[in-house]
């Protein structure tokens, strides 16, 4: 599986943006989904998870409420809706692909994409 993030930039506080992971094989339907960021100087930590099925999502605190994972089978397309974005947010933004949900630890992740900025503003 190969994903390709997109979607970051730069935003001001309070702002949405939406990334969108495209991933590309036969087999994306069975894996999980989940997302990660890494701001400066910081640790890769866990955003949101998806399921397989699309069924179930699982959020760090940080996120809750506040953002939302989907995705789109029919198009091998995960998604994350990102609003009421604070400047904590900014980070590189990165897709994972696991086979374990949810996937909300960085060595559980089979696939990486190769990430997307997030800049928010105050």
């Known amino acids: 599986v190969q994903l390709q993030a997109s979607g970051g930039g730069l935003v001001q506080a309070g702002g949405s943006l939406r990334l969108s992971c495209a991933a590309s094989?036969?087999?994306?339907?069975?894996?999980?989904m989940g997302w990660f960021r890494q701001a400066p100087g910081k640790e890769r930590e866990f955003v949101a998870a998806?399921?397989?099925?699309?069924?179930?999502?699982y959020y760090a605190d940080s996120a809750k409420g506040r953002f939302t994972v989907s995705r789109d089978t029919t198009k091998n397309t995960v998604y994350l809706q990102l609003n009421s974005l604070k400047p904590e947010d900014t980070a590189v933004y990165y897709c994972?692909?696991?086979?374990?949900?949810?996937?909300?630890?960085?060595?559980?992740?089979?696939?990486w994409g190769q990430g997307t900025l997030v800049t928010v503003s105050s």
């Open positions: 094989g036969r087999t994306f339907s069975s894996y999980h």
């Open positions: 994972a692909a696991g086979s374990r949900y949810p996937v909300i630890r960085a060595n559980w992740v089979g696939y």
């Open positions: 998806i399921s397989w099925s699309g069924g179930n999502a």
